[in-house]
């Protein structure tokens, strides 16, 4: 009989982990947001199993790319809301591109044609793009193959693991002289914006980023210790800065 699990998501959210142990076969799981929906997936998978009809590619057989698309769209991207509007346009040109493909026949080959095309192909503004932002193409995707691999049990592979990334320029390292600082500064005390001083002197002396500092609250400043507690980051994690000065 098919054990269902109850956990919760990084927001709270409680979802149902349907696990399936026979022996002879490997345990087989997967993710849903309803318990009636987990319980009625265990059922159907031991059922097969038992009778020899469940094979490791059936549920990539069963759905295409733009149905994993579309389910992540709708479930896991309204978790991540920074990233919703820049998530959705790039995985909506996967779908554009293989939509039509089932997950089964979605290979890394495939997904490294694509890729060629992202670096070849033109964009909205007419340029070619980036290796970075081909990368973060390539990340979108990784991340709904995951979900699709470990949540709802369509596929037993992530195709996107095989796939080189692109390497990304190292850049260029450049810090303002002390002439360029005193004429930001300046600039900086006669703009029209009566907070740009502030939030500069803010960005320079802790090198916090500019979502960091927008979001930062007076609760969150310890002037005795001379630091400042961060809760918006780039990577949702709590980290603290010292105040130089």
């Known amino acids: 009989m098919a054990v269902i699990q109850e956990r919760k998501d990084k927001s709270g959210k409680i979802k149902y982990r349907a ?3 026979l022996k002879g076969y490997p345990p087989q799981s997967a993710t849903f947001e309803r318990r009636t929906d987990a319980k009625k997936w265990g059922q159907d998978t031991e059922s097969a199993i038992r009778h020899g009809r469940y094979f490791p590619t059936h549920e990539a057989r069963k759905h295409t790319f733009s149905d994993l698309v579309d389910r992540y769209i709708a479930q896991v991207l309204p978790h991540k809301p920074k990233m919703i509007k820049q998530q959705q346009a790039q995985l909506n040109w996967w ?13 890394p080959a495939l997904i490294s044609e694509c890729k060629e095309r992202l670096f070849n192909d033109k964009n909205d503004k007419g340029r070619t793009r980036a290796p970075a932002t081909v990368k973060r193409y390539l990340s979108a995707l990784s991340h709904a193959f995951t979900v699709a691999v470990n949540e709802w049990g369509w596929l037993e592979h992530n195709p996107v693991a095989k796939v080189k990334k692109p390497t990304e320029p190292r850049g260029r390292v450049r810090f303002l002289d002390e002439a360029e600082m005193k004429a930001l ?12 001083y502030t939030i500069v002197v803010l960005a320079l002396s802790t090198g916090m980023r500019q979502g960091e ?4 609250k007076w609760k969150y400043i310890d002037f005795q210790r001379r630091q400042l507690s961060l809760h918006e980051t780039k990577n949702n994690e709590r980290r603290v800065v010292p105040v130089v000065g």
């Open 19 to 21: 696990l399936v142990r």
């Open 95 to 107: 779908k554009n591109q293989i939509g039509h493909y089932l997950l089964a026949e979605v290979s």
């Open 213 to 216: 500092i927008f979001t930062l």
């Open 185 to 196: 500064l300046t600039a900086c005390k006669e703009s029209s914006n009566k907070d740009l």
